[in-house]
């Protein structure tokens, strides 16, 4: 498994949800425009709902857009290798006895890729996981916040 790899399916993911986030805002503002949520009484608020979840999900696909913006703009940058973790690095651990991977990225913290069978969690600097694990190399250890001692096993 690569880099490129991991950055295109992320990228396609994110780009699956923006699509997703701009066509239900669409649909919830064509409803709150619609003649049937028009107010029948002063308690009939669909209308005014409609205009509420239309607003959320054009926010949600602004922040898809701008996850996706970022991912483009660093994208040199992340697929460079890695000899310790930091922005761009695809890394293994043993946590616990287990092994997990993460996708240390700018944005899109918290998605879960799936890649020839492999999870990939995206943590972004800022996330508790990243905090632990930035500066390391393969075969140190780390310790999470719980106490759950860790290593890293790769990095790329």
């Known amino acids: 498994?690569?880099?490129?790899?991991?950055?295109?399916?992320?990228?396609?993911?994110?780009?699956?949800?923006f699509e997703g986030a701009v066509s239900a805002s669409q649909d919830a503002a064509e409803y709150a425009?619609?003649?049937?949520?028009?107010?029948?009484?002063?308690?009939?608020?669909?209308?005014?709902?409609?205009?509420?979840l239309a607003a959320g999900q054009a926010t949600q696909a602004?922040?898809?857009a701008q996850a996706i913006e970022t991912l483009e703009q660093y994208r040199n940058d992340l697929l460079e290798?890695?000899?310790a973790v930091a922005l761009g690095a695809?890394?293994?651990?043993?946590?616990?006895?287990?092994?997990?991977?993460?996708?240390?990225?700018?944005?899109?913290?918290?998605?879960?890729?799936?890649?020839?069978?492999?999870e990939i969690t995206v943590v972004t600097p800022q996330s508790p996981m990243a905090t632990r694990i930035l500066g390391k190399r393969e075969n140190e250890t780390f310790t999470l916040a719980n106490g759950v001692p860790g290593s890293v096993l790769k990095v790329q």
Do not use: H
């Open 62 to 64: 602004r922040q898809w």
């Open 90 to 118: 695809l890394v293994t651990c043993d946590i616990n006895g287990s092994r997990d991977r993460f996708f240390v990225a700018p944005a899109a913290g918290g998605q879960i890729l799936t890649l020839n069978g492999d």
């Open 1 to 17: 498994m690569n880099k490129t790899d991991v950055l295109t399916e992320l990228l396609d993911l994110l780009k699956a949800e």
């Open 81 to 83: 290798p890695k000899d």
């Open 33 to 52: 425009t619609n003649e049937e949520a028009r107010a029948e009484s002063q308690w009939d608020t669909q209308g005014i709902e409609a205009s509420y």
